[in-house]
């Protein structure tokens, strides 16, 4: 089996095999061997996987590739699924349409397109923001808000190699406690809130360059060209001190619209 993990294989080699891999959908399966992130301790898939078993209508937002809403063993009659990216829309579709969810292709920004008060179930997973008013306005009464959501300076070791240090006001945003004043002042009642500061390390710039493709909010407009200079300082810093270390973190939010009890 060929060496993936770097090893002594070129700067050009592993940077034309990040570049060269494709960067659709949700799916991090490419990282194996080459990166590594602790994940969250309450184990969001499983969980919303529970919660979509016992409900009747529900609405993924922001789904990407539709991976992680597939892989619940069961799916409530009706789902839906948002997503703005076109590929990623075909990717999601193909990937739930065998198992009777229905994709509808959504910009992020817009108002989601449905009535008000249909789902008892909303959920999404790393959604790039989320628009509290929206989901309290499709939610039936009693029906819930569920989500694993990116916290304040995510990977930022990252960031901050590529763009040097950022404001406060940068490393501050995404701070769970304003998605808590955000979701009550739209009339949701959060009954959950919890965060958590996880490990990663990169063990080689192949690596590095797959997840700036891939996450393009990280380090917006990068390309290889342009960054090369450090690119080629990580390479041989990963090559010679090991493992690039960096720290995401992540929270987990349950909102519930007052009223009638959903199903739980």
């Known amino acids: 089996m060929a060496d993936i993990s770097g090893g002594d294989r070129t700067f050009e080699d592993l940077v034309r095999e990040a570049v060269d891999a494709s960067v659709e959908g949700w799916d991090f399966s490419w990282f194996e061997g080459r990166a590594t992130e602790e994940r969250p301790p309450w184990g969001y898939a499983r969980s919303m996987a529970g919660r979509l078993g016992r409900a009747g209508a529900a609405l993924d937002i922001q789904t990407g590739g539709g991976e992680v809403l597939a892989s619940a063993p069961a799916l409530p009659p009706l789902t839906v699924a948002t997503e703005g990216w076109p590929p990623n829309v075909a990717r999601a579709s193909a990937l739930l349409h065998p198992r009777g969810a229905v994709v509808v292709a959504s910009p992020e920004e817009a108002p989601l397109p449905f009535a008000d008060a249909v789902f008892d179930l909303v959920t999404s997973r790393h959604p790039v923001r989320t628009y509290w008013s929206e989901i309290a306005r499709v939610l039936r009464p009693g029906g819930t808000y569920f989500s694993q959501q990116v916290g304040p300076a995510s990977v930022f070791e990252v960031v901050e190699y590529f763009l040097g240090p950022q404001p406060p006001e940068i490393r501050c945003a995404r701070d769970p406690r304003r998605a808590r004043a955000e979701a009550e002042a739209a009339g949701l009642d959060v009954v959950d809130l919890r965060e958590a500061r996880l490990r990663m390390e990169f063990h080689d710039i192949g690596a590095v360059v797959h997840f700036l493709r891939k996450v393009v909010w990280m380090v917006p407009g990068f390309t290889v060209e342009r960054h ?24 987990l939010v349950e909102a519930r619209k007052p009223g009638a009890e959903a199903a739980r």
Do not use: K, Y
């Open 228 to 251: 090369e200079e450090r690119l080629r300082s990580l390479h041989e810093r990963i090559r010679t001190q090991g493992p690039f270390v960096a720290h995401s973190t992540r929270f």
